[in-house]
């Protein structure tokens, strides 16, 4: 079983930056691949990012290409989703999401493992 914590979530203006970070358990998070999800007001959960197992590939939702960057640290058994050039339409709950595949994917069902979500509100 795998338990996924994130934090870094807040309320920040347009143009601003926030660093978002999931903390996972488990021996073995360095071979899981990693994504982030968001789901906006009134809107389906979308996917945002995924970073490979073992590797630093990287896969990114058009919408945010060039502005967020996925990364991991597998010292410390975290992924991470720093955002910059923040727009409104930013505004969601983001979670993370393990998969016990190290292979990418940007489909939520081909996730194991959830976050319960951090709220990201950015204002105009």
């Known amino acids: 079983q795998v338990q996924l914590v994130e934090s870094g979530g807040g309320l920040v203006q347009a143009g601003g930056s926030l660093r978002l970070s999931c903390a996972a358990s488990g021996r073995t998070f360095g071979t899981y691949a990693m994504g982030w999800f968001r789901q906006g007001p009134g809107k389906e959960r979308e996917f945002v990012a995924t970073?490979?197992?073992?590797?630093?590939?990287?896969t990114y939702a058009d919408s945010v290409k060039g502005r967020f960057t996925i990364s991991r640290d597998n010292t410390k058994n975290t992924v991470y989703l720093q955002m910059n050039s923040l727009k409104p339409e930013d505004t969601a709950v983001y979670y993370c999401a393990a998969r016990t595949n190290p292979d990418r994917s940007i489909y939520e069902s081909q996730y194991d493992y959830w976050g319960q979500g951090t709220h990201v509100t950015v204002s105009s």
């Open positions: 970073i490979r197992g073992s590797s630093d590939r990287t």
